[in-house]
């Protein structure tokens, strides 16, 4: 069993910068692969980033450049480093792992085990 708890989130401009965490209970972390997930009012939830066991990433189109996935074993942590933040940012953002699938690509919400709360993300014009 995992445990996730979100933090960072914010009020921020356009622009701005913010840096999410994703705290993880659990003996195995450094074995899941991490992802974070956004979901707007209304809207779907939609894949953000990635972070495989090896470190490797992977970042959603809209997202690339801006936002950076990063992952601290010792401390079990995951982060989202975003950047240039823009008003379709907003969302709430969940901090999400997976045991692992066999699969290369971890995109789809199915393909996780456990999720966090989810920590407010408001981005302003």
């Known amino acids: 069993q995992v445990q996730l708890e979100e933090s960072g989130g914010g009020l921020v401009q356009a622009g701005d910068s913010l840096r999410l965490s994703c705290a993880a209970s659990g003996r195995t972390f450094s074995s899941y692969v991490m992802g974070w997930f956004r979901q707007a009012p209304g809207q779907e939830r939609e894949f953000v980033a990635a972070i495989r066991s090896d470190g490797t990433t992977d970042h959603r189109g809209s997202v690339k450049g801006r936002f950076t996935i990063s992952r601290d074993n010792g401390k079990s942590m995951v982060y989202l480093q975003m950047n240039s933040l823009r008003p379709e940012d907003t969302a709430v953002y969940l901090c999400?792992?997976?045991?692992?699938?066999?699969?290369?690509?971890?995109?789809?919400?199915?393909?996780?085990?456990?999720w966090g709360q989810g920590t407010q993300v408001t981005v302003s014009s």
């Open positions: 999400a792992a997976s045991r692992g699938r066999g699969t290369y690509f971890y995109r789809g919400a199915g393909q996780y085990d456990y």
